[in-house]
């Protein structure tokens, strides 16, 4: 009898192994559709972080990829904000699944007018008028960097008066902070892209890249959703981050389907 028990013990510890096992290893495609506000959600990139494998989604939304359980799925595009999914079971047994999009929120530059004398030539106007801003006047604190809108929230949510802070506690406890962290950190991301766009000449990733110049935009995006991005871009260093471009290039064209002359 007590043989006969561990047996079973033994048979049901297996098993759970083995199911647990399959869990990780299971892997199958997942059908979903993404939607916006705005309905505009064509060539959303969707990217199976774990398994570093790619799909875009149609003119309606709809998108198909593989998955297995716990991995990442991240959804990007130029016009919404970065998403993150964890793949459950749930997911997996289900038949469509449904992502909403929000808008990406791009804070434009400021721009500085000059109303007097002005004669509708810029390239004469720009010899003539001289642009007044704090540095010129010599006003205290002209070279201190401004901060985001971001940044500035950030620090009106994390500070206060008195002897205990109410505002810090109640913005922990609400999420508030984490959110205005995690939008600093998109800033920064897309200040890089910025810098990166800036860098080369559109020929340059329209005839070294093959990116049609329509695409350049999406392309950088595509890049900025690659984990090590960031630290590339930090290096200041143009060859190393041209040869980052040149590697992404190849997957881009790839999943898009674009050929080649």
Known sequence: MIRKLKHTLVFICFAASFYGQAQ?????????????????VAATHVLNVSTKKAAITDIDGFFKISASLKDTLVFSAIQ?????IIVTAEILTSKTIYITLDPAL????????MPYNLTG?????????????????????????KKTQGERKLNEATTGGGL????PIINAITGRTKMLKDRVKRDEKYARTERVRAFYA??????????????????????????????VVDTHNKIRIWEFLKKKSKVY???NNIETP
């Open 24 to 40: 990780g290893v299971f892997s199958k495609d997942i059908e979903g559709k993404v939607s916006s506000a705005d309905g505009d």
């Open 164 to 167: 205990i802070p109410v505002n």
């Open 121 to 145: 030539n810029l390239a004469q106007d720009m010899r003539s008028e001289p642009v007044v801003v704090a540095a010129t006047l010599g006003l205290p604190n002209a070279y201190v960097k």
């Open 80 to 84: 919404f904000q970065r998403k993150e």
């Open 202 to 231: 559109d020929t340059l990733y329209v005839t070294e890249l093959k990116i049609p110049a329509l695409k350049i935009d999406d392309f950088l995006y595509f890049c900025e959703v690659d984990d090590s991005f960031s630290s």
């Open 253 to 255: 064209r790839e999943n």
């Open 106 to 113: 791009n804070e434009l530059k400021e721009v500085v007018v």
